[in-house]
């Protein structure tokens, strides 16, 4: 499944949860591609089985359609929170991670899934905050020292 087609499914998926279905016309608009672009696209995502789809009708995602929309939203989650986390703009994060979650293999998703995940958990470590210190100002903030007993 390439880029394209993700980004296809995430349209159909958005204009689907605001209108209830989706039109070929919607995709056109969505896409900003041609309406036979839109047609090539829609038959090669219903033979993949990602989409119920009649010409002229209505266009819904399938259970394996849906399945792939959640798994990309959770994607450009974890990238998004990982980029902020980090000290990167979040309209920066929110655009590099559209663009990134239809690249990032799973094992590195859950990977950083894992990272957002423990850092959120724990009250600000301290090296994040030195570390956007560094990545904005390139200064080293050194830490304090742990007296031994």
């Known amino acids: ?16 949860n605001e209108k209830g279905y ?8 969505a896409m900003d591609v041609s309406p036979s672009t839109v047609t090539e ?11 119920n789809y009649e010409k002229y009708g209505g266009i819904t995602l399938t259970k394996k359609g849906n399945k792939l ?17 980090i000290g990167v703009d979040e309209e920066v994060a929110e655009r590099d991670a559209c663009k990134i979650e239809h690249v990032a293999s ?3 998703t859950e990977a950083l899934t894992k990272f957002v995940e423990f850092v959120q958990k724990h009250d600000k470590p301290k090296w994040i905050e030195r570390f956007r210190i560094y990545s904005k100002e390139g200064k080293l903030v050194e830490c304090p020292k742990v007296k031994k007993e």
């Open 1 to 16: 499944m390439g880029k394209r087609f993700e980004e296809y499914l995430e349209a159909i998926y958005g204009v689907v």
């Open 22 to 29: 989706a039109r070929a016309k919607d995709l056109v608009k």
């Open 41 to 51: 696209m829609l038959q090669k995502l219903d033979r993949g089985g990602y989409i």
């Open 69 to 85: 929309v959640k798994e990309l939203e959770r994607k450009h989650e974890v990238l998004k929170n990982f980029f902020i986390l």
């Open 106 to 108: 799973d094992s590195a």
